[in-house]
């Protein structure tokens, strides 16, 4: 009996009221038409009269009016001539004012996203009822639905360029009386070079970190997490698809306490390096880094845990050909470009900036040479939707072998808004260490 006396959600008169306004006030169109869309509407009638005002808007001048709109419905042939013209003028007549508009428009969108929540959770339901699907991949499914519900919800107008420059001076002239401008400039990684190329890792932002195996990916963005934790107190999320919490958790205390990570394993520490261990763990204990180790995490299962981290300023997800999806798709390449759209989207959306580890090609070992763009293993839109690319390498001799194992060099390939070019770091592998090599080190 509850479902049968159910009613949808909404407001005919919010509907009639939002049409009224347009038809006596142009004023109001641009914002209507940035607010709601036709499907908003809950009543087909109104649904039909809002297209054909959109098409009026869009063809003409933008005035609209019950006589031009009484014309185009009957071109569509949407109009009842019984009851149509006397309703579209009681439409007009209705609403004294266009000011309320904006009030007028939220009810019908907020009346929208309820039906679209309970259209969405019914197709949930109906898909969990079959059970031909894992369990995971129907979370995944509602976890995505949920989100693109409220993602509706944001409007997106345009902003004017007098009030964006208002806005950028206000900006550099705090920066500008700052004492400490590093807290208005991108997250700086911790190696002087590196950030005085890339500008540091700004808000929104993709950095994709790309190598082949055994030169250090994983070791260098532990590296970084662990500088900006450190500098800034936020919280930084570290998605690990290949090794486990243990494993990271060793590599930090070894690059912390320079003490060989093998010896972890082995149990073998002497006391002084029980020593070091143990103020290495002091120093790292209030560090915000957070730890996820689930092989196969899907990208909506890591913007669901991370919607749920307060005061967080970074991730790091290693690495991209590991992730995992709840539709496989055939073609690969067109799967790690959805992969990073989704990734560009998720950092923009969470204002933070996110470094994504990367594999490269065989083609870089063959040539021995410095790696290029082109070298991004299984898509070009690794190159596409980044902000940053960097590259670790090692120079080779001629037969092929590392020149220096201790010294390995960050390439900065492509930069959106600096420079680009390369950085020479020391890496002591067996203590999972980077450090900058210069003259002119900046104390971080």
């Known amino acids: 009996m509850d479902d049968i006396a159910r009613k949808m959600p909404a407001s005919v008169e919010a509907e009639q009221s939002v049409l009224g306004s347009m038809l006596i006030s142009d004023e109001c169109l641009p914002y209507v038409f940035t607010n709601l869309t036709a499907d908003c509407f809950y009543v087909p009638l109104h649904r039909e009269i809002f297209g054909a005002m959109q098409k009026i808007f869009e063809l003409s001048n933008g005035v609209i009016d019950p006589v031009t709109l009484i014309d185009t419905l009957k071109e569509s042939g949407s109009y009842d001539e019984a009851t149509g013209k006397e309703y579209i003028y009681n439409l007009a007549k209705s609403v004294p004012s266009a000011a309320n ?13 309820l039906r679209k929540l309970i259209e969405e959770c019914g197709e949930i339901t109906s898909v969990c009822y079959l059970e031909n699907e894992p369990a995971e991949s129907i979370l995944d499914l509602a976890e995505q639905k949920i989100f693109d519900i409220s993602e509706r919800k944001r409007a997106g107008d345009f902003k004017k360029l007098s009030s964006a420059i208002s806005e950028e001076m206000e900006a550099i002239e705090r920066m500008a009386a700052a004492e400490d401008k590093s807290e208005l400039m991108g997250l700086q990684t911790g190696f002087s070079d590196l950030d005085k190329i890339a500008d540091g890792f700004g808000k929104g932002e993709m950095i994709v970190l790309a190598a082949r195996p055994g030169i250090g990916k994983t070791s260098f963005a532990l590296n970084i997490m662990k500088n900006i934790a450190q500098k800034t107190g936020k919280k930084c999320v570290l998605f690990s698809l290949e090794m486990s919490n243990s494993q990271l958790t060793q590599r930090i205390m070894a690059s912390e306490a320079l003490i060989d990570s093998r010896k972890f394993r082995a149990g073998n520490l002497n006391p002084k390096e029980w020593t070091k261990l143990a103020d290495a763990a002091g120093q790292l204990h209030g560090c915000q880094m957070l730890f996820d180790d689930k092989s196969g995490i899907t990208i909506s299962e890591m913007k669901s845990k991370l919607r ?76 596409q939707d980044a902000d940053i690319v960097m590259f670790l390498y090692y120079e080779k001799d001629e037969a092929g072998n590392p020149l220096n194992e201790n010294v390995v060099n960050c390439y900065v390939a492509k930069n959106r808004h600096g420079m680009t070019g390369d950085v020479k770091l020391q890496f002591l592998k067996e203590f999972s260490r980077f450090s900058s090599i210069d003259t002119e080190h900046e104390a971080f």
């Open 101 to 113: 508009v904006d009030s007028y428009c939220e009810i019908v969108k907020s009346k929208y996203l």
């Open 308 to 383: 749920r981290v307060d005061n967080l300023g970074f991730v790091v997800i290693d690495y991209l050909q590991l992730i995992g999806s709840a539709r496989p798709l055939d073609n690969r390449v067109l799967e790690i470009g959805n992969y990073t759209r989704s990734i560009k989207i998720m950092a923009k959306d969470l204002n933070v900036p996110i470094l994504v580890l990367s594999q490269l090609n065989r083609e870089t070992e063959r040539s021995g040479s410095r790696p290029q763009l082109s070298n991004l293993r299984d898509s070009g839109a690794i190159e």
